[in-house]
């Protein structure tokens, strides 16, 4: 089972051998550090709003309706956002009990495999998340609460987020496919 801390550093992942993909990588790359920077800011105002709820209600006796789903709507856009950088790192939980044991070569055709399944379900999570925010946004949606935020919101993080790991993992099944580079 893979865990965060058995992670590969950001300068030992394969960078790709093709100088189109190695460029198309490199500036998935900056997308998914800025990512990454914007997302712990918003897991910092989520703890700032989660607080200030708890002071608010238990010494002012004041009803904050707001604070779950903003609290809910930061964390979709911290966690789809995310997903792209934690799949460039191959961070995702993985059972390893077969990479063990397998031979290198078949092991490289596995992950390939992996790689390659989940992109088509990616491609197509993907394509679904833009077709909840295009419904989104045109029947204008919003959540069934009294602070009733439009479902856009989320959504629109949701699709960016799938879009950007799919393209991660088009860049991982390229780079199979065309070989690598040495890492740097």
Not at 44 to 67: C, E, G, N
Not at 79 to 97: D, K, P, T
Not at 111 to 122: I, K
Not at 148 to 175: E, H, K, R
Request: proline fraction near 4%; include cysteine; aromatic fraction near 12%.
């Amino acid at each position: 089972m893979s865990h965060g801390f058995e992670m590969k550093p950001q300068a030992a992942i394969a960078v790709p051998g093709n100088s189109m993909l190695a460029a198309f990588a490199a500036a998935l790359n900056q997308f998914n550090k800025a990512a990454l920077f914007l997302s712990m800011a918003a897991l910092i105002l989520t703890s700032a709003i989660l607080t200030y709820s708890v002071v608010a209600r238990y010494f002012f006796h004041v009803p904050t309706d707001w604070q779950d789903e903003a609290s809910v709507f930061v964390l979709v856009g911290v966690i789809f956002l995310c997903a792209a950088y934690v799949q460039s790192l191959r961070g995702h939980i993985g059972i390893e009990a077969l990479a063990s044991i397998l031979p290198a070569r078949v092991n490289k055709i596995r992950l390939f495999v992996v790689d390659l399944v989940s992109l088509l379900f990616c491609t197509f999570f993907s394509w679904k998340s833009w077709t909840l925010l295009h419904e989104a946004w045109v029947e204008g949606q919003t959540t069934s609460s009294t602070f009733a935020p439009p479902l856009w919101i989320p959504y629109s993080m949701l699709a960016l987020g799938m879009t950007m790991l799919t393209l991660q993992l088009l860049v991982q099944v390229l780079t199979h496919i065309n070989g690598n580079k040495e890492a740097v």
